[in-house]
């Protein structure tokens, strides 16, 4: 052998061992790394398969404004539990629950008060695909609701003066987000929902007259931001 390489047959040996002991031992880091990336890919798979079952609730548009010149107040909140189901991978298909809720107190100088209850409650079907096979999942959806609405406007705190506004809301949402599924059974989420709503009511002020004899239409767009907790069940 070459002196260029080595001065003796022992010294060669133990090149040639440590080379091969080298060499076996990145083979079982490579073969492990990709073990462990595969695991993650199955795993992650898994976690939107056909057959599970999502059940969660996405929050979104809490405010509080406290006023300066009028003593007094507005509070505003949204909550929307929702059942999904998994009907092929990457594909949920569900029934959404939004509820959502306005309460504002206002004093002004005249010590005339002012009060304002507004709630909805409604129910609706909804589809969601998400994209890709990481722990972090971009998705696209659309959801439609129709909502009971009732308001209730008092002037003075005795309730001198009252309307009533009962009505229904219908409301179509497109929108998209991304999911971060923490594990197989624990996902958190964050979208962006574009809302077209549409409302039809009647005012009805306090002893049961009608201001008119006929439906109020209004119809509105809003961008809205909300963040959910879900939980996965299922194979």
């Not at 091969?20 to 898994?46: N, Q």
């Not at 949204?78 to 059942?83: C, G, K």
């Not at 609701?145 to 497109?174: C, E, Q, V, W």
Request: aromatic share 14%.
């Amino acid at each position: 052998m070459p002196r260029s390489y080595c001065n003796n047959f022992i010294s060669c040996y133990t090149i040639v061992v440590v080379s091969h002991l080298t060499l076996r031992l990145a083979m079982k880091v490579i073969g492990s790394t990709f073990v462990l990336i595969l695991l993650l890919l199955l795993d992650a798979t898994a976690q939107t398969e056909k057959g599970r079952w999502l059940i969660g609730a996405q929050i979104g548009n809490f405010n509080y404004r406290q006023y300066k010149n009028d003593v007094g107040y507005t509070f505003s909140g949204s909550v929307m539990p929702s059942v999904n189901y998994f009907v092929r991978q990457n594909l949920l298909i569900g029934f959404d629950v939004p509820y959502s809720v306005e309460k504002s107190k206002l004093k002004n100088p005249l010590l005339t008060s002012y009060g304002s209850v507004e709630q909805q409650l409604g129910v609706g079907p909804s589809i969601r695909y998400y994209i890709g096979n990481s722990n972090f999942k971009p998705y696209v959806g659309i959801s439609y609701t129709y909502s009971r609405y009732y308001h209730k406007y008092d002037m003075n705190a005795n309730g001198d003066f009252r309307i009533t506004s009962k009505g229904f809301r219908s409301n179509l949402a497109p929108g998209l987000g991304v999911a971060y599924f923490v594990n197989r059974n624990v996902v958190l989420n964050a979208g962006l929902t574009y809302n077209f709503y549409h409302d039809k009511w009647k005012n009805i002020i306090a002893g049961g007259s009608n201001l008119d004899n006929t439906s109020n239409n209004y119809k509105d767009k809003t961008l809205t931001l909300g963040i959910g907790f879900a939980v996965l069940f299922g194979e």
